[in-house]
């Protein structure tokens, strides 16, 4: 399926400004090819019991891509915009009962503020520091080394992240991350982090992509975010 997909993204570049190219080429959305009552993310998935990843679904083998990592997503902050927003935390979900699936709490320095916007970039940024460094995924990364073009989708239910990673991140590098007033921008520093990390599995075969999705799509990743913030015993 996604072979099929980049091909006819591949047709639609033709037509596309080279701005646009270059935000698509960070997107994934096989929804638009479908009807809304068909749209069914799920459908699109295939969980790999014997590898515990999801992949991008292979309907010509009934199976999963192997080329494919789909990760989904999730930060969470209770009380966000508020002087109550204390504690933030991340979700990553790999599939149904992957043992790399991961949740935790988010440390901040004294001073720098908990918002939803911030743990969802670093939802994204320990996802890909998982597929670009741990031990876990080298056989996934040898197979992108040795020339075998490779894609991690993220999954995402925050517009935030999709926008920012996708369409306005040219942008935002050709400003070095500064607002118009010539200031840091506001979590410029973690998405720029994010965009380096990004740049460095694309120089091993690794495409990264975003593939935005309602939020009853990403119930997983949504309830890991929330477990790391339920109290210790």
């Known amino acids: ?37 068909s749209r069914n993310t799920k ?14 679904h292979d309907a010509n083998t009934i199976s999963g891509d192997p080329k494919t990592l789909v ?7 209770p009380h966000d915009g508020s002087d109550l927003a204390t504690e933030s935390s991340l979700g990553i979900f790999f599939g149904e009962g992957s043992l790399f699936n991961l949740y935790d709490r988010i ?6 503020l908990h918002t939803s916007n911030y743990a969802e970039l670093m939802a ?18 040898a197979d992108a ?4 073009y490779s894609t991690a989708i993220i999954m995402t239910d925050s517009v935030y992240v999709y926008e920012s990673l996708t369409a306005l991140i040219w942008q935002l590098r050709q ?23 990004i740049f460095d599995l694309t120089e091993r075969n690794i495409c990264v992509r975003f593939w935005s999705v309602p939020r009853e799509d990403n119930a997983e990743a949504v309830e890991l ?7 210790g015993p």
Request: proline share 3%; hydrophobic share 35%.
């Open 124 to 141: 994204v940024f320990r996802a890909l520091e998982l597929i670009k460094d741990s031990s876990f995924f080298d056989v996934w990364r």
């Open 43 to 56: 459908r699109f998935i295939y969980y790999d019991r014997l590898k515990k990843v999801s992949m991008v």
């Open 145 to 148: 080394e040795n020339g075998v």
């Open 107 to 112: 440390g901040r320095s004294i001073g720098e």
């Open 71 to 77: 990760v989904a997503v999730r930060g969470a902050c």
């Open 1 to 37: 399926m996604l072979d099929q997909y980049l091909s006819r993204e591949s047709r639609r570049d033709q037509n596309r400004s080279p701005e646009d190219k270059r935000i698509y080429s960070r997107k994934f959305d096989l929804h638009q090819y479908f009807s809304p009552a």
């Open 225 to 231: 975010a929330n477990r790391a913030l339920i109290p």
């Open 175 to 197: 400003n070095n991350f500064r607002d118009e007033m010539g200031k840091p921008m506001v979590n410029g520093e973690l998405i720029d982090r994010i965009d380096k990390t």
